[in-house]
């Protein structure tokens, strides 16, 4: 199990009632062991952060960038959290909520594959 600050649980449990539409559009997709055939978690706490999903099979962290994700400021954040997150064995993949909505397979894809490269032999 992965480090992460008890006190973000609840936090973690609300964002799950909220979830954004690209969220939850892409939480249909991985949910049930439909990619690869490994467990995704939705809003998981790692570290001091909550990520958006969490495959720890794959070793893989994945994010979802709203608009604001794409100011500078956020960029270096975001390239800060990606390290810490890489300092404990995490990858990070990111993608922006249009991506999600309209280019779904692809992104899709890009998940598939790197579930199949850090985890070869699904049960």
């Avoid at 997709?29 to 809003?43: D, E, P, S, T």
Wanted: hydrophobic residues 40%; proline residues 6%; aromatic residues 8%.
């Amino acid at each position: 199990m992965q480090p992460y600050r008890k006190d973000l649980k609840p936090y973690a449990r609300s964002l799950r009632t909220g979830m954004t539409d690209a969220e939850q559009h892409l939480w249909r997709r991985l949910r049930c062991k439909q990619i690869g055939g490994v467990q995704f978690y939705r809003q998981k706490p790692l570290l001091s952060f909550i990520v958006d999903f969490y495959c720890p099979a794959a070793k893989l962290v994945i994010e979802l960038d709203g608009s604001q994700h794409f100011d500078d400021a956020l960029k270096a954040k975001d390239c800060e959290r990606d390290a810490l997150l890489a300092s404990i064995g995490l990858h990070v993949l990111r993608f922006d909520n249009r991506q999600v909505l309209q280019e779904t397979e692809a992104v899709l894809a890009g998940i598939l594959e790197w579930v199949e490269k850090r985890n070869p032999n699904p049960p």
